[in-house]
Nanobody, 122 residues
Framework: VQLQASGGGLVQAGGSLRLSCAAS????????VGWFRQAPGKEREFVAA????????YYADSVKGRFTISRDNAKNTVALQMNSLKPEDTAAYYC????????????????WGQGTQVTVSS
């Protein structure tokens, strides 16, 4: 599966952005999908994940209550709605997919898209 992340941009603190991860292939529903982010000089960290059917989700504590992950298997897309953004949310955001694991770990995903930059100004 090939993944394409989009929707990043520059936003003021308190604002919102909606990221999208578009996937190629006809078996997208067989992949769990995660969003991760990486700020300069820091390790890539987990943000949110959604199970194959969309019935299960995980969130990092730092985004719980502000971010919402969802998927539309008919359109082969996963969205990350980000509200009440903070300067510390500034990072490159990556979507990732895996057929076997539904995980919060970077190593749990075999397929990665390119990053989309999110910058939150104070």
């Amino acid at each position: 599966v090939q993944l394409q992340a989009s929707g990043g941009g520059l936003v003021q603190a308190g604002g919102s952005l909606r990221l999208s991860c578009a996937a190629s292939g006809r078996t997208f529903s067989s992949y769990a999908v995660g969003w991760f982010r990486q700020a300069p000089g820091k390790e890539r960290e987990f943000v949110a994940a959604i199970s194959w059917s969309g019935g299960g989700t995980y969130y990092a504590d730092s985004v719980k209550g502000r971010f919402t992950i969802s998927r539309d298997n008919a359109k082969n897309t996963v969205a990350l709605q980000m509200n009440s953004l903070k300067p510390e949310d500034t990072a490159a955001y990556y979507c990732a997919a895996d057929q076997v694991s539904f995980s919060t770990a970077v190593r749990g995903y075999d397929y990665w898209g390119q990053g989309t930059q999110v910058t939150v100004s104070s």
